[in-house]
């Protein structure tokens, strides 16, 4: 290595010169994606604001008469030291911290800072934990901070159990068009200056997530989990209602919402918050099935088995028309404690159904004691225009033994086309199929490919078995065994094969629901959603028929209450009764492959809505005005598509400064 070389190395200037190459060292990562404005903003503004918030708590110390001081660092994302007071770096920062313990033997915490409620509904007044009050903040160094707690530790706390302290807080940045940014921040210490080894961890922030897309309650600024447990535990109440706000009794009920026996039977579920804010989760509709308790306690936590120790408090949460004290609804067998509920419940017994946590949560459409079915297609033939073609399929359980066609409940087969956009497809029952030993099953469609077709086209399969499971006994009941989805594209004109362009992923949807089955269990896949839910689609007959096409249907159920107007499919089912959990300005939640991007990258066909304000629409027109459903948004779209030719990409291209990412950046 010659001396030049040792000289950049040393200096750190990002060069390397190695066997005659020279490599560039990548620049740091922007802490900010396309969801957040300050990506946009210039690297002047970006330099002078230094937009973000990092909230670390770097230590603590206690005085012998209780006294408590935090050290509290603020920074951007980068490192660099932030200013309370928005002095010396723009944008003040509000912060708040809160101290917590969990006492010898308990799992859960107990705080320190709280504060009294009185309701003036009920006149009762409870205790509440929340941020400590009456504290005072001492500056040290840019961007360090001594914070001294206005409460102060009882004489003879316990040293020798873990305690945490919750910082959280907020930075305005909205004046530099940068919104607000947030952060929280837990450390956890053991006073006596020993090992932390109890904590508090049984649901992941980043699980929540998966469906909230962020956490981001009370004003926006508690985003952890870890901030969360430290205030919703069994101390806090809600003195209007008397409902419990502890984390495990709250989140299940608050999931559980529509579906919570005390709510079915005619009741409400509500917590009364600030500013005595009614929040009514009684009509909320969790994605998944309830039963899947592994959706929200999945691996990765460290108390991830938490849910597999019943207790009547988090039992009950769900349950809540059992009276454990008298027995109802417990088998008529009142249950005093919680010392002997595992005798019963244990984690996993020998069977689905039984009075095991796994077995009395089991989703009977995923039992593991369903057969299974499975698809597959092997080659279809007889594809030109005007041909019946003949698609050749296995059809067999998931141990691979055959299965009849015959057997089946349900086996039908679809084709549909044009791959470019769906316009038109045929159903046909294949239980009446011909078939071999070996599983193969072929049929030939009743229906010839159009004489116009060009392009590709698709055949998709589903179907499903009823299954009597554990048959002669008291659990005895009948279950639909469905298989996957399985689609195969073909050309009808020997040109290249297209697949349907891909939009979202089904392992996006199940994401927030767990396992994807609609219509019966038959649709679980969303290329096969997509054949029948196209631009053509219709509820209802006349004028008052909607479009359930795909991107109009699914963003509507999507946007729910913030809908401007009512998108009702027949009378049963009403989109503004939904809401969704996460932020719909991150189209990434859903979307893959930048599809929400604009312009469309190929030709598709105008989406019909006859109860629209706009009928036909071009597709981003379909796709955008689903959730701008404002009589505005519609003039605006129509303005700038005359004669159906779409010009959006024109202001909202992935480029422009209206692009798709930067207006719903926040």
């Known amino acids: 290595m010659n001396e030049n070389s040792r000289f950049f190395l040393r200096l750190g200037a990002g060069l390397c010169v190695l066997t005659g190459s020279v490599l560039l060292v990548s620049a740091p990562k922007d802490p900010f994606t396309v969801h957040d404005k300050a990506y946009?903003?210039?690297?002047?503004?970006?330099?002078?604001?230094?937009?973000?918030?990092?909230?670390?708590?770097?230590?603590?110390?206690?005085?012998?008469?209780?006294?408590?001081?935090?050290?509290?660092?603020?920074?951007?994302?980068?490192?660099?030291?932030?200013?309370?007071?928005?002095?010396?770096?723009?944008?003040?920062?509000?912060?708040?911290?809160?101290?917590?313990?969990?006492?010898?033997?308990?799992?859960?915490?107990?705080?320190?800072?709280?504060?009294?409620?009185?309701?003036?509904?009920?006149?009762?007044?409870?205790?509440?934990?929340?941020?400590?009050?009456?504290?005072?903040?001492?500056?040290?160094?840019?961007?360090?901070?001594?914070?001294?707690?206005?409460?102060?530790?009882?004489?003879?706390?316990?040293?020798?159990?873990?305690?945490?302290?919750?910082?959280?807080?907020?930075?305005?940045?909205?004046?530099?068009?940068?919104?607000?940014?947030?952060?929280?921040?837990v450390y956890n210490f053991v006073p006596d200056g020993s090992t932390v080894k109890t904590v508090r961890d049984v649901v992941r922030s980043a699980t929540c997530n998966k469906c909230h897309s962020q956490l981001a309650f009370h004003g926006g600024t508690r985003r952890t989990m870890e901030l969360c447990v430290l205030c919703h535990q069994p101390q806090s109440v809600d003195p209007d209602t008397g409902n419990s706000v502890d984390m495990p009794?709250?989140?299940?009920?608050?999931?559980?919402?529509?579906?919570?026996?005390s709510v079915q039977a005619g009741g409400k579920y509500q917590?009364?918050?600030?500013?005595q804010s009614v929040n009514d989760y009684s009509k909320v509709n969790f994605p998944a099935d309830p039963r899947s308790c592994t959706v929200c306690h999945e691996a990765g936590a460290a108390q991830t088995?938490?849910?597999?120790?019943?207790?009547?408090?988090?039992?009950?949460?769900?349950?809540?028309?059992?009276?454990?004290n008298t027995g109802e609804g417990h088998a008529d067998l009142p249950q005093p404690t919680d010392n002997l509920c595992g005798t019963c419940h244990q984690p996993k017994g020998e069977l689905d159904f039984d009075l095991s946590i796994a077995g009395s949560h089991t989703v009977p459409r995923l039992s593991g004691m369903l057969p299974g079915v499975v698809f597959e297609i092997l080659s279809v033939s007889d594809t030109a225009p005007g041909q019946k073609p003949t698609v050749v399929c296995?059809?067999?359980?998931?141990?691979?033994?055959?299965?009849?066609?015959?057997?089946?409940?349900?086996?039908?087969?679809?084709?549909?086309?044009?791959?470019?956009?769906?316009?038109?497809?045929?159903?046909?029952?294949?239980?009446?199929?011909?078939?071999?030993?070996?599983?193969?099953?072929?049929?030939?469609?009743?229906?010839?490919?159009?004489?116009?077709?060009?392009?590709?086209?698709?055949?998709?399969?589903?179907?499903?078995?009823?299954?009597?499971?554990?048959?002669?006994t008291t659990k005895q009941q009948v279950v639909r065994d469905s298989g996957a989805n399985k689609q195969i594209?073909?050309?009808?004109?020997?040109?290249?094969?297209?697949?349907?362009?891909?939009?979202?992923?089904?392992?996006?949807?199940?994401?927030?629901?767990?396992?994807?089955?609609?219509?019966?269990?038959?649709?679980?896949?969303v290329e096969q959603c997509v054949i029948c839910h196209n631009p053509t689609k219709l509820a209802g007959t006349g004028a008052a028929a909607v479009s359930v096409d795909m991107r109009l249907m699914i963003h509507k159920i999507h946007t729910g209450r913030e809908l401007s107007r009512p998108y009702d499919i027949g009378s049963s089912f009403k989109a503004q009764e939904?809401?969704?959990?996460?932020?719909?300005?991150?189209?990434?939640?859903?979307?893959?492959?930048?599809?929400?991007?604009?312009?469309?990258?190929?030709?598709?066909?105008?989406?019909?809505?006859?109860?629209?304000?706009?009928?036909?629409?071009?597709?981003?027109?379909?796709?955008?005005?689903?959730?701008?459903d404002s009589i505005q948004a519609a003039s605006h779209a129509l303005a700038n598509s005359p004669k159906g030719n779409e010009s959006c990409g024109a202001c909202h291209g992935a480029t422009s400064d209206f692009s798709v990412n930067k207006l719903h950046a926040h």
């Open 249 to 261: 009794v709250m989140t299940h009920k608050i999931h559980m919402g529509a579906n919570l026996p």
């Open 271 to 275: 917590i009364i918050g600030n500013a």
């Open 394 to 472: 296995t059809l067999k359980d998931k141990s691979g033994k055959p299965i009849l066609p015959a057997s089946m409940s349900r086996l039908s087969l679809h084709l549909a086309g044009p791959n470019s956009d769906y316009t038109t497809y045929v159903t046909e029952d294949a239980t009446k199929a011909d078939s071999a030993p070996d599983g193969r099953f072929w049929w030939t469609f009743n229906t010839a490919i159009p004489s116009n077709a060009t392009g590709s086209m698709t055949i998709a399969i589903e179907g499903r078995r009823d299954v009597t499971l554990l048959p002669g």
């Open 305 to 324: 088995a938490a849910y597999q120790k019943p207790s009547r408090v988090a039992c009950g949460a769900c349950h809540d028309k059992v009276n454990f």
């Open 578 to 628: 939904f809401g969704y959990p996460g932020d719909r300005r991150n189209c990434g939640q859903c979307h893959v492959n930048g599809s929400e991007q604009l312009p469309l990258s190929e030709a598709r066909i105008d989406v019909i809505d006859p109860s629209g304000p706009l009928s036909p629409m071009g597709p981003a027109t379909a796709a955008c005005t689903s959730c701008h």
């Open 40 to 185: 946009y903003a210039t690297p002047e503004v970006t330099n002078f604001v230094r937009p973000g918030l990092v909230i670390k708590v770097a230590g603590v110390e206690i005085a012998a008469d209780g006294t408590v001081k935090a050290r509290i660092k603020l920074t951007d994302p980068k490192g660099q030291p932030l200013d309370r007071d928005g002095i010396f770096a723009p944008g003040s920062v509000s912060t708040s911290l809160i101290l917590a313990r969990i006492p010898k033997g308990a799992t859960q915490y107990l705080s320190y800072t709280v504060r009294s409620q009185t309701s003036p509904i009920t006149r009762v007044t409870a205790v509440q934990a929340g941020a400590d009050s009456g504290g005072t903040w001492t500056k040290v160094a840019d961007g360090e901070y001594s914070y001294t707690f206005g409460m102060k530790l009882p004489a003879g706390y316990d040293k020798t159990v873990t305690h945490s302290i919750g910082a959280y807080g907020s930075r305005n940045l909205s004046e530099f068009d940068m919104g607000t940014q947030y952060d929280d921040d």
């Open 489 to 525: 594209y073909f050309t009808v004109d020997a040109s290249k094969v297209e697949p349907r362009r891909k939009i979202v992923a089904t392992e996006k949807c199940n994401s927030c629901h767990g396992a994807l089955a609609m219509h019966g269990d038959g649709r679980n896949r």
